[in-house]
C-alpha cells in the first residue's frame, strides 16, 4: 500500500530538477542581469534620497559569474553614470557617480570640478536646484556651496574610475578609497523605481529615470 501511493524516484528527481533549475536561472538573472538597490545613506542627495529603490541594470558593463569579480564580457561605462559597486576599501556595497575614466586628469577645489584641465560649469534652475553640467550628463549636486574635502589633480589609471557622491561635503568616495577598479563594478543605476521622499506624491513617486537618453538635463523630480 505504501509503496504504490510512493511517487516514483524518476518523477521525485524530475521535481527536485526543476527547483534546482528555478533557484539557478534566479541567482544568474540577479547576479548578472537585473537587481534592485536600496539607498542607505544622504551621499548622493538630492539626486537619491534615503530609502528610495533603485533599479540596477547588472549586464550594463557586461556579463559577470554570479557571486564574483569575474567578467565573461565587457562594456564600457559613461562618465556620469551612477554606479553601484564594491568599495575597494571595505567591500561594502556603494552607489556613487562616475566622474573620472581611465585617462582622465581630475580635480576638486571643494566647490568645482575639473576635468582634463577644464572646470565644470554648474548652474541652477528656477527651483534654485544646482546642477552641474557633466559633459552628457548634466545632474543635481547638494544645494551647499562648500563641497569638501578637495582632491589634488590624479590621473584614472587603466581599468579603474573615480567616483564622487552628489553631496560631496557628505560622502565617502573615491577622495577617501581611492581609485574603483574595473573588477569591482557591479551595475548601473537606471532609475528610482519608488521613492518616498517628499514632494512627491502618487505617480510622481515611480519610476524615475536618473539619466536622460539625449544628454539633457536629468529628472525634476530628483531634485524635490
Request: charged share 25%; proline share 10%.
Amino acid at each position: 500500500m505504501d509503496r504504490a501511493r510512493s511517487k516514483p524516484p524518476s518523477k521525485r528527481w524530475v521535481k527536485y530538477l526543476a527547483d534546482l533549475a528555478f533557484f539557478a536561472i534566479l541567482l544568474v538573472g540577479r547576479g548578472s542581469f537585473a537587481d534592485h538597490y536600496h539607498v542607505p545613506s544622504g551621499s548622493m542627495e538630492p539626486t537619491l534620497q534615503v530609502g528610495d529603490r533603485l533599479a540596477v541594470d547588472k549586464s550594463a558593463y557586461g556579463l559577470r559569474i554570479p557571486l564574483t569579480h569575474v567578467w565573461l564580457t565587457e562594456k564600457a561605462p559613461q562618465r556620469g553614470d551612477v554606479v553601484v559597486f564594491d568599495s575597494p576599501a571595505d567591500g561594502n556595497v556603494l552607489v556613487k557617480r562616475l566622474v573620472g575614466l581611465p585617462g582622465d586628469r581630475i580635480a576638486f577645489d571643494g566647490v568645482n570640478l575639473i576635468l582634463n584641465g577644464q572646470r565644470v560649469p554648474q548652474g541652477f534652475t528656477q527651483e534654485d536646484a544646482r546642477i552641474e553640467y557633466l559633459p552628457g550628463a548634466p545632474h543635481p549636486l547638494h544645494p551647499e556651496p562648500d563641497q569638501g574635502p578637495p582632491l589634488r589633480v590624479v590621473e584614472v589609471p587603466p581599468r579603474h574610475y573615480l567616483m564622487l557622491g552628489d553631496h560631496r561635503g557628505n560622502s565617502a568616495d573615491s577622495r577617501s578609497f581611492g581609485f574603483v577598479p574595473r573588477e569591482n563594478l557591479l551595475g548601473r543605476a537606471v532609475a528610482v523605481y519608488y521613492s518616498p521622499r517628499e514632494g512627491l506624491s502618487g505617480s510622481d513617486r515611480w519610476w524615475i529615470p536618473l539619466r536622460a537618453v539625449d544628454g539633457s538635463e536629468s529628472d525634476p523630480r530628483l531634485t524635490r
